[in-house]
C-alpha cells in the first residue's frame, strides 16, 4: 500500500515523547517529520516549517499551554491531533472550537499513531468542505439580494414584471460576458449615483 507524503510537525516539549510519535510515524512510512521541542516563537516555528499535518502531544496541559496550542490550531488551517494525558470536557470543547481535528486522550502508543493521524486528517477534510460550503450558501444568498434590488429598480424604472426585469439582467449579463450579479451591482452602483435616495 502506498503512503501519501506528507510533511508532519510534532509539538512536544519532552523529546522522548516526540520520539515515539516519531517511531509511530516511521513505521507508518511517513519521512518529513519535523520535530518542535521548544515553544519560543511556535507560530513561526510552524509556519517554517508548513506541515501537511500538526501533532501536538501535552504531557500535563496547563491553560496557558493550552490557549498557546488552540492559537496554532486556529492559525495554521490544517489537520491537527492533540495527545493529552487527562482531560475534561471543557477542555475537550475549547479543542474542539479552536480546530483541532482529533483529542486523544491517554493514547499515546505508537500503534496508534497513523490511525489517529487518518482520522485528523478525514475531519479536517470533512471540516473544511463544511465550511466552503457554508460559505458559498452565503454568497449566493448576497448575490441573490443584490439581484433582487437590482430587478426592484428595473421593475420601477421600467414598468416591467419581476420575470421580465430577471430577462433584461441576464440578457445584458450575456451580451457583456459578466455574471448577473455584476450587471446588478453596476445598476444599483448606478441608480445611488442618480438618485442617492434610493440606494437600498
Do not use: C, W
Not at 510534532?10 to 519521512?31: H, K, N, T, W, Y
Request: proline content about 2%; glycine content about 4%.
Amino acid at each position: 500500500m502506498m503512503v501519501v507524503a506528507l510533511r508532519i510537525a510534532i509539538i512536544d516539549e519532552s523529546p522522548a515523547r516526540a520520539a515515539v510519535l516519531e517511531a509511530g510515524l516511521r513505521d507508518a512510512g511517513l519521512s518529513d517529520i519535523n520535530v518542535i521541542t521548544e515553544r519560543f516563537q511556535l507560530l513561526r516555528q510552524v509556519a517554517d516549517i508548513a506541515p501537511d499535518v500538526v501533532l501536538i502531544d501535552l504531557e500535563s496541559p496547563r491553560r496557558d499551554v493550552l490557549d498557546e496550542m488552540f492559537a496554532v490550531s486556529r492559525a495554521v488551517a490544517r489537520p491537527i491531533a492533540m495527545f493529552v494525558d487527562h482531560s475534561d470536557m471543557s477542555m475537550m470543547e475549547a479543542a474542539i472550537d479552536a480546530g483541532v481535528s482529533a483529542y486523544v486522550v491517554d493514547g499515546l502508543r505508537k500503534e496508534r499513531i497513523k490511525s489517529v493521524l487518518d482520522l485528523s486528517i478525514a475531519r479536517f477534510n470533512v471540516f473544511r468542505r463544511l465550511q466552503d460550503e457554508l460559505v458559498e450558501a452565503r454568497s449566493e444568498l448576497a448575490d441573490r439580494k443584490i439581484i433582487d434590488i437590482a430587478k426592484a429598480i428595473v421593475m420601477r424604472q421600467r414598468g416591467l414584471t419581476e420575470d421580465a426585469a430577471y430577462a433584461l439582467l441576464r440578457s445584458a449579463a450575456m451580451r457583456q460576458s459578466r455574471r448577473i450579479v455584476e450587471i446588478a451591482n453596476a445598476l444599483i452602483s448606478a441608480e445611488s449615483l442618480l438618485d442617492p435616495g434610493t440606494a437600498a
